[in-house]
């Protein structure tokens, strides 16, 4: 819920699913409440959505082996991109959350613009051309102030390297 400071009420977004655990190690309110404001918090910021889901796992790596031992698995899925999974390992839980936050937000941003950027090819199709095939009556073209006659357009080969490294036929 997020409280609306214009007209001092509290209403409901829709906010992606938020899953906290811990594995092998029992997780203390401050260390979720630090996961809920360092992690999610952020990813907040620019995206939202309800379908997407975001699962922070903490752990005891090693046990009482010692050694950077405590893990941190961030895990988002979002709608119509690539999971994306993150891992480190630090002697403190907290900073492994701060890096592994970090690296999720980034990679996070990256796959957002992935998803905005227009995937087809579009065909490079000159005016000339265009007027060569028929798509356009020639007398357009030629009425213009810096028009020249076009006559049948050049045929282009499919790929010039491929072509190139060709054997001749026989």
Same mark, same amino acid.
């Given at each position: 819920?997020?409280?609306?400071?214009?007209?001092?009420?509290?209403?409901?977004?829709?906010?992606?699913?938020?899953?906290?655990?811990?594995?092998?190690?029992?997780?203390?309110?401050?260390?979720?409440?630090?996961?809920?404001?360092?992690?999610?918090?952020?990813?907040?910021?620019?995206?939202?959505?309800?379908?997407?889901?975001?699962?922070?796992?903490?752990?005891?790596?090693?046990?009482?082996?010692?050694?950077?031992?405590?893990?941190?698995?961030?895990?988002?899925?979002?709608?119509?991109?690539?999971?994306?999974?993150?891992?480190?390992?630090?002697?403190?839980?907290?900073? !492994?959350?701060?890096? =592994?936050?970090? +690296?999720?937000?980034?990679? %996070?941003?990256?796959?957002?613009?992935?998803? @905005? *950027?227009?995937?087809?090819?579009?065909?490079?199709?000159?005016?000339?051309?265009?007027?060569?095939?028929?798509?356009?009556?020639?007398?357009?073209?030629?009425?213009?102030?810096?028009?020249? !006659?076009?006559?049948? =357009?050049?045929? +282009?080969?499919?790929?010039? %390297?491929?072509?190139?490294?060709?054997?001749? @036929? *026989?």
């Amino acid at each position: 819920m997020r409280q609306d400071a214009a007209i001092g009420t509290v209403r409901t977004l829709p906010v992606m699913k938020v899953i906290i655990q811990g594995k092998q190690m029992r997780l203390s309110a401050g260390i979720k409440n630090y996961a809920q404001e360092h992690v999610v918090a952020q990813l907040e910021r620019f995206y939202d959505n309800e379908a997407a889901e975001l699962r922070v796992e903490l752990g005891d790596a090693r046990g009482s082996k010692g050694g950077p031992d405590k893990e941190c698995h961030l895990t988002l899925r979002m709608p119509g991109a690539r999971t994306i999974q993150i891992e480190e390992s630090t002697q403190d839980p907290y900073a !492994s959350l701060d890096v =592994a936050g970090d +690296r999720l937000v980034r990679a %996070a941003k990256k796959e957002i613009e992935r998803m @905005r *950027r227009p995937t087809g090819r579009h065909k490079y199709r000159p005016l000339a051309t265009v007027v060569a095939e028929g798509g356009v009556p020639a007398g357009l073209v030629e009425d213009l102030p810096n028009g020249r !006659s076009t006559g049948a =357009a050049p045929r +282009r080969r499919a790929n010039g %390297a491929a072509a190139r490294n060709r054997k001749p @036929r *026989r």
